[in-house]
């Protein structure tokens, strides 16, 4: 599965931005998916999964209650709604396949998308 996230952006504090990840190949609807980020200097850290059926969702105790991670496996895509945004949530943003549930990732990142929150 190729996956490219999108929707980053340059947003004021308390502001909202939506991001998408778009998969291609047949076995979407089959992973747990993740979103993780990357501020610069710093090791991917997790933010948000869910299973491979919506039904289950987990999040990084820094994102709950903001955040809401979602997926339509009729379109290939995964989604992170991010609201009430906060100047430490800025990193670049990637979707990736889980290893294991429900925080572990396999480690092939993609192309990742920009979030910016500025004070």
């Known amino acids: 599965v190729q996956l490219q996230a999108s929707g980053g952006g340059l947003v004021q504090a308390g502001g909202s931005l939506r991001l998408s990840c778009a998969a291609s190949g047949r076995t979407f609807s089959s992973y747990n998916m993740g979103w993780f980020r990357q501020a610069p200097g710093k090791e991917h850290e997790f933010v948000a999964s869910?299973?491979?059926?919506?039904?289950?969702?987990y999040y990084a105790d820094s994102v709950l209650g903001r955040f809401t991670i979602s997926r339509d496996n009729a379109k290939n895509t995964l989604y992170l709604q991010m609201n009430s945004l906060k100047p430490e949530d800025t990193a670049v943003y990637y979707c990736?396949?889980?290893?294991?549930?429900?925080?572990?990732?396999?480690?092939?990142w993609g192309q990742g998308t920009q979030v910016t929150v500025s004070s």
């Open positions: 990736t396949q889980l290893r294991t549930w429900p925080r572990n990732p396999l480690g092939s």
């Open positions: 869910i299973s491979w059926n919506g039904i289950s969702t």
